[in-house]
């Protein structure tokens, strides 16, 4: 038991934090979202200057190895700058191709994905008409999916690759509340997929690396929320005091560190969970998406409350950090969901 | 970053698992599982020098006084299996966690010599005199007056709300040692027998029925010069210090007793049914996350133990377990409906869970309330100015 960053995970959180924060600025971010919602820029620097898309993909295939925790460190700086970028897809789709894929299909997309040369995106089709491996019908609410080359697709039968190109794909882009993850519905019109040859294992890899990279976004998110409301409570004064010395509003910003904290927790114990293959994982990686997100919906709120007028403006960013918390909500499974599959466990009832 | 335990280390957790288990299911079943603090405390002395015979007191101090040099890893196990076991609240609590490491910290040799054996044996039972009437969560405000006489310091004054104090045969108290000084200025931490004229002690009847706190009145209540640690007018420091024992591994023993509780009202909503109903379900499904969520708090703050980084959870830690017991409690009795409101005898005596529902009122309250510690969070953890005070 050695519940603390090593030496390496500490370089690299230093590294990813200041990679962010240099880099995925506000202006930079706000053209990705006039545009597909990805900085491409920064998506470039990320795979192949720092090299980083492959953390937690296997080294034979470009990758760097590590696991779950060093993925966790960078998707909690790039949540905390609410960075425009299609990192999930590194999350699920990389992750379900690794730990299900067949050693053809490794060979044919981790390179790629690793080196950022293709994007990949990955929903369940729960509903969608399937016959043999031919998909037929609309994939909704697919995180950048109108971005990516290539998707990998799950139902309780089966985990496919469907490449974008592929004879009857079509793909309808979608204005989104949240514009730095732009949802997309793909059509598929008897689309020949290819199935991935162990379809338990990736569908257990693309949930895990969902929900740990979302719960990690949001912790980032989360902390981020309020340390640049901290900063503004020490600015701004009213009625001759700085508003952050009065204690209604002091003691919200405590209640958001006392759930950061939590959250910082419950990332963590997921990431290493799954890491170490233990057999609180599932457990885990439930608390861990249902309580980061909804520590991020609140730290969010907050910081628009704890900026008055200029926190409900287009041009101040805490918006961002609002309609990202939103998303997170809902996005693979909300927190009810979650919660239900954590009273399932707990009370000895096969979910 | 690592959660699992090395074979060595689950070894370790067998051996304690055996030992505790095979006494706490032979000579001490009697007082496994038991709630509260404030029943059959000889028995439960009797259990605390079991474990001191055994070295199983006060596993994490050093081998020369009792304990095992148990490393943090260790410390976890044996708090996990204690809990586990039905092990009791442990007769002698303020004594092992906190009046113990404050001596070993800051004590000299002579007062480690005498105070922690009786400490790790349970024969000396500990209390901690902060709080007065006017001095609560301004700590600081306290009046209790210690005068150097000769070779002795002589006390006046009254504490409040002095938990155990009833059976308790030494004291921690706070008290001013300078005449006309204020706030942290000029306090003094004195260590003084409770059995000598000069300290009387009266219960206080709880919300519960029970009577676990009491006033401590001292009338030149007398204690040798070397009774104090540190240096005159250095008590703040030696008292805060002490505080921050209270969010120690000790914390882990506790988390594992609401392991117990939780678990209690699981299994009572499996017998009502209530574990179909969605809404419970969820309260349920809170609850455990919460609890998981402070125990991986605790190993993260344990494995930093002295690192600067961890200071920000460190000092949410009580709110979150004192927010989340007071939760519990409340879930409690949704669970258990009006069932949780009917005594089992004649008597205003409750059974656990119910008692834990009135207890967990005061979680939120001692050592230090929940305003209290959004102001140490906000001050201290996120830099925001300081309360206005009235006395500057
Ligand atoms: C079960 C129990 C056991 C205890 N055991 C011990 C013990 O063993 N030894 C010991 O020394 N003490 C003990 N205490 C005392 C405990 O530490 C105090 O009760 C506590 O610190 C609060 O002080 P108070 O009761 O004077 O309340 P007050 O300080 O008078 O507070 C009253 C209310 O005002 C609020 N308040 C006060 N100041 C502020 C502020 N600056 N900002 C916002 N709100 C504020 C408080 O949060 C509270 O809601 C125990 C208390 C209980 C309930």
Redesign the pocket.
């Given at each position: 038991m050695e519940f603390a960053f090593t030496d390496e995970q500490v370089m690299i959180a230093e590294t990813v934090q200041a990679f962010f924060k240099d880099n995925a600025t506000s202006e930079r971010t706000r053209a990705a979202m006039k545009a597909d919602g990805i900085d491409r820029e920064l998506w470039a620097s990320f795979c192949t200057e720092l090299g980083l898309a492959g953390v937690g993909l296997p080294e034979d295939f470009g990758g760097a190895g590590l696991g779950m925790v060093e993925f966790a460190i960078i998707a909690e700086a790039a949540g905390a700058q609410v960075a425009a970028l299609p990192l999930l897809g590194l999350a699920t789709a990389a992750q379900a191709i690794a730990a299900g894929g067949s050693e053809e299909q490794k060979a044919e997309w981790l390179p790629k994905l690793v080196s950022g040369e293709a994007i990949a995106a990955a929903q369940s089709i729960y509903g969608l008409s399937v016959s043999g491996n031919t998909l037929t019908g609309d994939v909704q609410f697919v995180p950048h999916g109108a971005s990516a080359d290539v998707f990998v697709l799950i139902n309780a039968d089966g985990a496919w690759i469907v490449r974008k190109d592929a004879p009857g794909v079509s793909v309808t882009t979608h204005t989104t509340m949240d514009q730095t993850r732009p949802l997309a519905t793909v059509s598929l019109a008897g689309v020949a997929a290819e199935p991935l040859a162990d379809a338990g294992a990736a569908r257990d890899a693309l949930h895990n690396g969902a929900w740990i990279c979302l719960s990690a976004e949001a912790l980032g998110g989360a902390q981020e929320a309020l340390n640049r409301t901290v900063a503004y409570s020490l600015e701004r004064v009213q009625f001759g005091r700085q508003i952050g010395s009065y204690?209604a509003y002091k003691h919200r910003l405590a209640d958001m560190l006392v759930d950061i904290e939590q959250a910082r927790s419950a990332v963590y114990w997921a990431a290493c969970a799954v890491d170490e293959g233990s057999d609180e994982a599932r457990l885990a990686v439930h608390s861990a998406k249902s309580f980061c997100a909804d520590t991020y919906f609140m730290c969010a709120g907050n910081m628009i409350q704890l900026h008055g007028g200029i926190g409900f403006t287009w041009e101040h960013d805490a918006h961002l950090f609002f309609k990202r918390a939103r998303s997170i909500l809902s996005m693979y499974g909300n927190g009810d969901w979650h919660r239900e599959q954590v009273a399932a466990l707990i009370m000895g009832e096969a979910a | 970053m690592k959660l699992g335990f090395s074979q060595a280390e689950e070894q370790f957790r067998a051996e304690c698992a055996a030992w505790l288990q095979s006494q706490l299911n032979g000579d001490f079943a009697d007082i496994k599982g038991l709630p509260g603090m404030n029943s059959m405390i000889e028995r439960r002395k009797d259990w605390e020098q079991r474990l001191a015979e055994n070295r199983w007191s006060v596993i994490g101090w050093p081998e020369e006084w009792g304990g095992r040099n148990a490393t943090i890893a260790q410390q976890v196990i044996f708090a996990e299996e204690y809990a586990r076991a039905g092990g009791p609240n442990r007769a002698n609590h303020?004594g092992v966690e906190l009046a113990g490491p404050t001596i070993l910290a800051f004590g000299t040799e002579e007062q480690k010599a005498k105070f922690l054996p009786g400490i790790a044996n349970g024969t000396q039972i500990w209390?901690?005199?902060?709080?007065?009437?006017?001095?609560?969560?301004?700590?600081a405000n306290v009046r209790t007056k210690a005068r150097l006489e000769g070779d002795e310091w002589v006390v006046n004054g009254q504490?409040?709300?002095?938990?155990?104090?009833h059976y308790s045969d030494w004291i921690f108290v706070v008290a001013r040692s300078e005449e006309g000084s204020k706030g942290p200025k000029g306090l003094t931490f004195l260590m003084m027998d409770m059995h000598q004229p000069g300290v009387e002690v009266r219960p206080i009847e709880?919300i519960n029925g029970d009577a676990?706190?009491n006033e401590t009145f001292f009338e030149d209540a007398r204690c040798p010069a070397d009774s104090l640690i540190g240096t005159p007018g250095d008590g703040w420091r030696v008292a805060m210090g002490l505080l921050a024992f209270e969010r120690g591994v000790s914390t882990l023993g506790q988390q594992m007793g609401f392991r117990n509780e939780l678990d209690a009202i699981i299994a009572a909503a499996k017998t009502n049914g209530l574990d179909k109903d969605a809404v419970i379900r969820q309260r349920i499904a809170k609850a455990e996350i919460g609890l998981r969520l402070m125990r991986y708090g605790a190993l993260r703050m344990l494995s930093h133990a002295d690192s600067a980084q961890i200071d920000g959870a460190a000092l949410t830690y009580k709110i979150q377990w004192a927010t989340w017991r007071r939760d519990l409690g409340e879930l409690a009795m949704d669970v258990l409906g009006q069932a949780g409101e009917i005594a089992e005898g004649d008597a205003y005596e409750w059974s656990a869970l119910p008692n834990m529902f009135l207890?967990g009122r005061?979680d939120t309250?001692?050592?230090?309330?929940?305003?209290?510690q959004?102001?140490i969070i906000a001050e201290r953890g996120l830099g925001l100015p300081r309360?206005p005070r009235g006395d500057k």
């Open positions: 204690q | 303020i209390c901690q005199g902060y709080s007065e009437p006017n001095a609560g969560s301004d700590l504490k409040v709300w002095t938990s155990l104090a709880q676990e706190f207890f005061s309250i001692y050592g230090g309330t929940n305003q209290i959004r102001n309360e």
